[in-house]
């Protein structure tokens, strides 16, 4: 393995210019869905990296259930630094698992406690609550997905202005962007060096949901004026329960995208930009992560095989 079974720790570095670049330079669904790939690629060379070091770093400890062959010396110098790197990986891994886990079941607790309140309401695609704090969020669920949206916030929008909001809601149930948003955050949870993409992808969602209801309703300039105005009225207002599926990212600069020209919908940016140079790096980091664990699980395979005896 040699040093090889640490670059995936670190790798994701070379992302963090795409993520930082892709939100401006780029049409919002490439965007979120190239961030997303190499977010998700990265973690899970990460995760496999972590335990590759928990293999070697538990056949040293006594009393393990591993083959005793698998710590000899041939087996420890597979690893460098086998002696601090095999113990720090075992409660490092163990908390990659229990975070993603928890970001996991936080999830479906969340759908599942909006479900059970918006029990009573009709079973329609738009559920309107009595509630006067001003929110809005997309709801999907397993049968029916369905845009929630109180009172409070309907009596601060003009009749267009509702439409531009249901077309941004609907933008997200349709395009699933609930998925890509869980994605970044288990692969946040798994190695925090990919947060950036996380957060860049929170803010490239809703500009993809922004950019879909602009060509639904026909006027980029209303979509903008809605995502101000509920932005106002909403301000110092408690989050809804759902507000972690679709962050709303930085107000002022998705007004002034919807301002601007539309996105050009080209799906991979010129080489000789800045952008380019970008997405290159993140997408050699990732194939150098990617075969850089395949090449320490196989090493290490061949290591261990070659030490068990028959």
Known sequence: MGVFVFLPLVLPLTAWPVARLAAHHLHPRTATRMLTAVAAVLALCSTLCLALLVVVGTAQLPGNPLPD?????????ALPYDEVAGPLAIPALLAVLLSGARTLRRHRRVRRRAERALAPLPSRSVAVTADERPYAYALPGRRRDRVVVSRGMLAH??????????????AHLERRHHRYLLVVRVAARANPFLRPLSTAVGYTAERWADEEAAARVGSRRLVARAIGRAALVSAGAPAPALAGFAAAGPVPRRVAALLAPAPAARAWPRAGTAMGMATWGAAVGTAAS??????????????LHAATPL
Do not use: C, G, M, Q
């Not at 062959?69 to 110098?77: H, K, M």
């Not at 003009?158 to 941004?168: G, K, P, Q, T, V």
């Not at 990617?290 to 290591?303: E, G, I, K």
């Open 69 to 77: 062959a698998w710590s000899d010396p041939e087996v420890r110098a």
């Open 157 to 170: 929008l003009s009749s267009r202005e509702r439409r531009a909001l249901f077309a941004h809601e609907r």
């Open 290 to 303: 990617a075969v850089s664990s395949a090449n320490s699980a196989v090493t290490l395979y061949a290591v």
